[in-house]
């Protein structure tokens, strides 16, 4: 079945610095893929939409400036959280949509990365 | 916008049970997909079942089967001879059939946690 892999999977910073979180497919093209945020034990919060060659499309309330996005390739998408605060800290997951499925509506999921900002 | 509701916070079951999981959605569409997913402690989302809102048939996945009842938006999840690797959060989803801006993403309820008793 088609990988996703979330790199890393927990990451420590201090305050005021920059994280960046990678997605990448690993065995299928993806065009689009999507950042959640989770929680402790609440649902997954979808964040933006991240499409190949084109700006992210942000969810209402997710500050661009903060959470800056790129997918510069076909498998891979980025997350940068920008001067990193403690109220960051959170779970995030990635998602991405196989092109050669797209119809089927499945996405697949990385494996999340815990940050925690100090 | 779509909704999805799991009024379940948490649920328990005996080993080798039967349990049911509810889940329910709002949408002013007519085709959609809906989804099972499940996430262990690992924190991976795994998906569990899939069912297309035009297939009347209901879908099944080996001991997890769907009561989809699409007029009462209804998209329940049947786990039959649960085993202690089901314990997990199971998230409901929603996904649009739409293919415009927003499509392929996937709306979640706040999940239920599953527990299974020894």
């Known amino acids: 079945g088609a990988v996703v892999s979330q790199h890393p999977s927990r990451v420590i910073c201090k305050s005021g610095t920059s994280v960046k979180i990678e997605c990448r497919s690993l065995?299928?093209?993806?065009?689009?893929m999507f950042w959640y945020r989770q929680f402790p034990k609440q649902s997954l919060m979808l964040m933006a939409t991240?499409?190949?060659?084109?700006?992210?499309?942000?969810e209402q309330g997710v500050e661009k400036d903060k959470f800056l996005i790129n997918h510069a390739s076909l498998t891979l998408s980025t997350l940068t959280v920008t001067s990193a605060h403690p109220e960051d800290s959170s779970f995030y997951i990635c998602?991405?949509?196989?092109?050669?499925?797209?119809?089927?509506?499945?996405?697949?999921f990385g494996e999340g990365s815990r940050l925690t900002v100090l | 916008a779509q909704t999805v509701t799991q009024s379940q916070p948490e649920m328990s079951v005996q080993e080798a049970e039967t349990v049911t999981l509810s889940c329910t959605y709002d949408?002013?569409?007519?085709?959609?997909?809906l989804f099972w997913y499940k996430q262990p402690p690992s924190r991976q989302m795994i998906l569990v079942i899939r069912?297309?809102?035009?297939?009347?048939q209901n879908a099944t996945e080996n001991r997890f089967s769907v009561n989809f009842q699409k007029a009462a938006k209804s998209f329940s999840l049947k786990i039959s001879d649960s085993q202690l690797g089901d314990a997990a959060m199971y998230f409901c989803?929603?996904?649009?059939?739409?293919?415009?801006?927003?499509?392929?993403?996937?709306?979640f309820g706040k999940g239920t946690k599953l527990s299974v008793i020894p």
């Open positions: 998602s991405a949509r196989d092109d050669r499925v797209a119809n089927t509506g499945e996405l697949f």
């Open positions: 065995d299928f093209q993806a065009t689009t």
């Open positions: 991240s499409n190949e060659g084109s700006k992210a499309t942000y």
């Open positions: 949408t002013s569409e007519s085709d959609y997909y």
């Open positions: 069912q297309e809102a035009y297939k009347q």
């Open positions: 989803a929603y996904r649009s059939l739409y293919s415009g801006a927003g499509s392929y993403q996937l709306t």
